[in-house]
C-alpha cells in the first residue's frame, strides 16, 4: 500500500459529461501529481500541485482542470468528455516540490482511477 | 524534446532467464532515470533508479546499465521469475517533470 488513495476506483460515464477524480496523498506529502495512463500512449503528466499551487503543467487538455486544496488533498476533473478520455488516471504524491527526484527518487502511485467514457 | 523511447513493447521470458528492456532519451537535460514496476491493478512503484554520472546500478536481480554517450540505458532482470510478470516503465525527470516510456509487458513462463 503506497498510502495514496484514489476515489472513484472506476467511472462509467457518456460524452459531454463532467466528472471529478479525488486523490488524498501519504500522509506529510506536498506535492501531488496527476498522469493520465492510456494503452497507446503509456502514462503522460498532466500537472503537478505543492502546497496548494500548481508547480508544473504537462499534456493537459483545455477541458481538464486540477486543484490542491487545504488539507493538501487534490481533485482532477475533466468535462466534455470524450471516448478518447476514456483511461486510467493516476495521482502520486511526494515529499517535495522540486528536483523531487534526484533527492527522493520516488514518486507513490495510488491505485489509479478507470474512467471509461460512452 | 522530453520523449523518452522504450522497447520492447512486450517480452516473454523463460523462468531463470535474463529480461532486458531498453530505453532512449534524446533531452541531455534529464539527470535522473527510475524504473517502475505496475502490476495488474495497482498503481506504479519505484523499482530501481540511477544517476547519468554512473554507468551501472545493481540492485539484487535487477541492474540498470546506462550510456550517458548513446542516450541510453536498460534493466537487465537476471534469473527472472514468474512474479516478476509485470509492466515495466522506464522514466527519466526533466524539470519538476517525470517523463515515462511507454511501458514494456514482461511475461516469465514458469
Redesign the interface.
Known sequence: D?G?TQTPKHLITATGQRVTLRCSPRSGDLSV?W?QQSLD?????LI?YYNGEE??K?NILERFSAQQFPDLHSELNLSSLELGDSALY?C?SSAQ??????DT????????SRLTVL | QQQVK?SPQSLIVQKGGISIINCAYENTAF??F?WYQQFP??????LI?I?PDVSEKKEGRFTISFNKSAKQFSLHIMDSQPGDSATY?CAA?Y?????????TILRVKS
Open positions: 503506497s495514496v501529481y498522469y500512449q503509456g502514462l503522460q503528466f503537478q508547480r508544473a504537462g493516476f502520486a516540490g522540486t528536483r523531487v527526484f534526484i527518487g520516488e514518486l507513490f502511485f495510488g491505485e489509479g | 522504450q539527470d535522473y527510475p491493478g495497482k498503481g506504479p512503484a519505484l533508479a544517476r516503465f525527470e524539470g519538476n517533470k517525470l517523463v515515462f516510456g511507454a511501458g
